[in-house]
């Protein structure tokens, strides 16, 4: 993918993000999903069944994204030059959701500033999977953040790692992946053994991506917003580790570092108590400024990774 392409895939994102109103091929790539998943789970079948069942799941998700993407691109091609470059385009423009990110996390800010509880905890009922009808406004901040925070490696930073590592089909087998996570990576009865192929896939597509964003990326964002990098990395380095997941705490390590925040502790996901560990144990709570304040985070991120990546692919052509 050429700078110019790119820069205009980050554009277009930030621009417009993903209405509701136009095909995005992850929703194609969930009904796909859904549809595997219903003809070959083993209802009955033990864990050996279930784990073989869930690599079959990979590799026809996987597959069957990336040769559509190929098929696209080819066709683009074969059309022309321009006609390939602005199908390059889109398909990274799909692989990114910053602008989405950015966009569902304003609303639940909006909502806590007007004090509009039922409506606070009703859209940060679409961005969490934690219980959310009890949830004061504390509670709806800190679970706004860390949902920034975590997702700034897997909707931003891995995408863009991804298409300048190896273009678009890459972006789109990892994305493939990061929804296969999403829908079945559960550590529930269904899921836990069914699932364990797409989440550890998707732990070791963010691997490398996690490492870069905690270490490099959130705190020189954290610099430029004017917020404290040092303290970033002193978190990333002290509570990244937390997690049970190998990726999850980098993020928000740095982004509780930079910000002064006590992220973690206690949870409920459908009725039941989870207690996380606590991330930057001397921060304070999470108000509904800090909303803004990581949106800013993720902004000043962004534009490092972009300038950053921009120079890397002019350096290289």
Known sequence: MSAISFFVVVLIDFLFGDPYWLPHPVRWIGKLINFIEKKIYPVNGNKNSKFLSGIFMCIIVISTVCTAGFLFLFLCRLISPVVYNIGEIITGFYCLSARSLVSETEIVGKHLLKGDMVSARYAVSRIVGRDSEKMDSNEIARATVETIAENIVDGIIS??????????????????????DSMIGYKNERYRDF????????????????RITAFLIIPSGALITGKNAIESLHCVYRDRLK???????????????????????????????????????????????????????????????????????????
Do not use: Q, W
């Not at 273009?167 to 994305?175: C, N, Q, R, S, V």
């Not at 928000?252 to 560990?277: D, F, I, M």
């Open 243 to 317: 997690h049970p997941s190998p990726n999850s705490a980098h993020g928000e390590a740095a982004v509780a570092g930079a910000l002064g925040l006590k992220l973690g502790g206690k949870a409920v996901y459908n009725g039941k108590s989870v207690y996380k560990p606590v991330i930057n144990k001397k921060g304070r709570e999470p108000e509904r400024k800090d909303i803004y304040k990581t949106i800013n985070l993720v902004y000043g991120s962004v534009l490092v990774s972009v300038v950053a990546i921009y120079l890397i692919i002019l350096y290289v052509n």
């Open 195 to 210: 699932g364990k192929c797409a989440a550890r896939l998707d732990d070791f597509l963010n691997f490398i991506p996690a």
């Open 159 to 180: 995408p863009l790692f991804y298409l300048l590592a190896g273009g678009p089909l890459a972006a789109l087998a990892f994305k493939a992946v990061s929804t296969m």
